[in-house]
């Protein structure tokens, strides 16, 4: 079941998405938090400052990704922040929940490789140096 996903410009709500799967009898439920991270392979200098970016229909991505992994047996909850985030700040939220640990654990890592990798958002990059840089502009949209 498709519990939520949301493109959303406001903090994100590990509370809620824990309350949107679960059920009596879900014994499991996996929860992944990104955050911002203060260094990338790809920066000179520290990382500040993240901005995302999203596609105008990137929530109907996020609802296909999902849908493609939906099965009765499991709920999920995943939403992508939009805006700038300081370091520490959550981008993503993905909770999974299931009868057993494994299907939660298996689906929440789909899920958030397949946001990941298929979602069409992009981050303006800001570094202590003042400089910036642009991650994801490749990714083209179906």
Do not use: C
């Not at 799967?21 to 990338?40: E, I, K, Q, S």
């Not at 899920?111 to 958002?121: G, S």
């Amino acid at each position: 079941m498709i519990a939520l996903t949301a493109i959303s410009d406001v903090d994100l709500d590990v509370a809620a998405h824990i309350a949107a799967v679960a059920a009596p009898d879900a014994g499991a439920v996996a929860v992944f938090v990104g955050t911002v991270r203060d260094n990338d392979p790809d920066a000179v200098g520290r990382v500040t400052e993240l901005e995302y970016s999203a596609h105008p229909d990137a929530e109907r991505y996020l609802r296909d990704i999902v849908t493609s992994l939906d099965r009765p047996d499991v709920r999920i909850a995943v939403s992508h922040r939009v805006g700038s985030l300081p370091v520490g700040g959550v981008a993503i939220v993905a909770t999974v929940s299931s009868v057993h640990r494994a299907e939660a654990f298996d689906v929440n890592r789909e899920v958030v490789e397949r946001v990941k990798a298929e979602l069409p958002m992009w981050k303006k990059q800001f570094e202590s140096d003042g400089s910036h840089t642009w991650v994801g502009l490749g990714r083209v949209t179906k």
